[in-house]
């Protein structure tokens, strides 16, 4: 992996040092409460290391805000557009999978996400269900490909066109079987505090 880490990266690394020191944990704090371990955290925050999705899942439910509200919080961002080009792309180094940030990112980030997910041909990417909790309702809908969506023990078959409303948490895995890329959207409404 190349030490150079793009602007995004370095403000996600950023961010999560910033929300352990807000709540004023240790790295042993965090990680006894995402089971992550500490000298992972620590890499990420000192930018040695790129988190996967699902290590950034388990650290956003530590802190209790959903994965997007983690990653809008390092986007920054402003204004009531968000233009294609501007939008912040991230990629999950152990997946290749890229989330987009639809949403304009806005301080403290409001009641309604949108997220663009496109996963490769072959990789999922598994979210524990405390990443879920802050979630009131969540949609996902297919835009291209097949995806898989694992709910506990329930499996969604998914094409194009084809919208599934969550149940309540549980852990979750979103898998491309197909030999392209899938591509989706994820509308997100976070409970009130």
Same mark, same amino acid.
């Given at each position: /992996?190349?030490?150079?880490?793009?602007?995004?990266? *370095?403000?996600? =690394?950023?961010? $999560?040092?910033?929300?352990?020191?807000?709540?004023?944990?240790?790295?042993?704090?965090?990680?006894?409460?995402?089971?992550?371990? *500490? &000298? /992972?955290?620590?890499? $990420?925050?000192?930018?040695?290391?790129?988190?996967?999705?699902?290590?950034?899942?388990?650290?956003?439910?530590?802190?209790?805000?959903?994965?997007?509200?983690?990653?809008?919080?390092?986007?920054?961002?402003?204004?009531?557009?968000?233009?294609? =080009?501007?939008?912040?792309?991230? @990629?999950?180094?152990?997946?290749?999978?890229?989330?987009?940030?639809?949403?304009?990112?806005?301080?403290? !980030?409001?009641?309604?996400?949108?997220?663009?997910?496109?996963?490769?041909?072959?990789?999922?990417? &598994?979210?524990?269900?405390?990443?879920?909790? /802050?979630? !009131?309702?969540?949609? $996902?809908?297919?835009?291209?490909? @097949?995806?898989?969506?694992?709910?506990? @023990?329930?499996?969604?078959? /998914?094409?194009?066109?084809?919208?599934?409303?969550?149940?309540?948490?549980?852990?979750?895995?979103? =898998?491309?079987?197909?030999?392209?890329?899938?591509?989706?959207?994820?509308? $997100?409404?976070?409970?009130?505090?």
């Amino acid at each position: /992996m190349s030490t150079e880490f793009d602007n995004l990266e *370095r403000r996600l =690394a950023e961010r $999560i040092r910033i929300e352990r020191e807000r709540r004023g944990w240790s790295l042993a704090d965090l990680s006894n409460r995402s089971g992550v371990s *500490r &000298a /992972m955290i620590s890499k $990420i925050e000192r930018e040695e290391s790129s988190p996967t999705a699902a290590l950034l899942g388990r650290l956003s439910a530590a802190f209790g805000v959903t994965l997007s509200q983690l990653l809008a919080s390092a986007e920054g961002g402003g204004g009531r557009l968000a233009r294609l =080009a501007e939008q912040e792309r991230w @990629t999950d180094p152990a997946t290749g999978f890229q989330r987009r940030a639809l949403t304009p990112p806005v301080p403290g !980030g409001g009641p309604l996400e949108l997220v663009w997910g496109d996963l490769p041909a072959g990789a999922e990417v &598994a979210y524990p269900a405390a990443a879920y909790r /802050m979630i !009131g309702d969540q949609q $996902i809908l297919v835009v291209e490909g @097949t995806l898989h969506f694992h709910q506990g @023990t329930a499996l969604y078959a /998914m094409a194009p066109g084809d919208c599934l409303r969550l149940g309540p948490p549980e852990d979750c895995v979103f =898998a491309n079987p197909g030999p392209g890329p899938c591509r989706y959207v994820v509308a $997100i409404v976070r409970r009130d505090p």
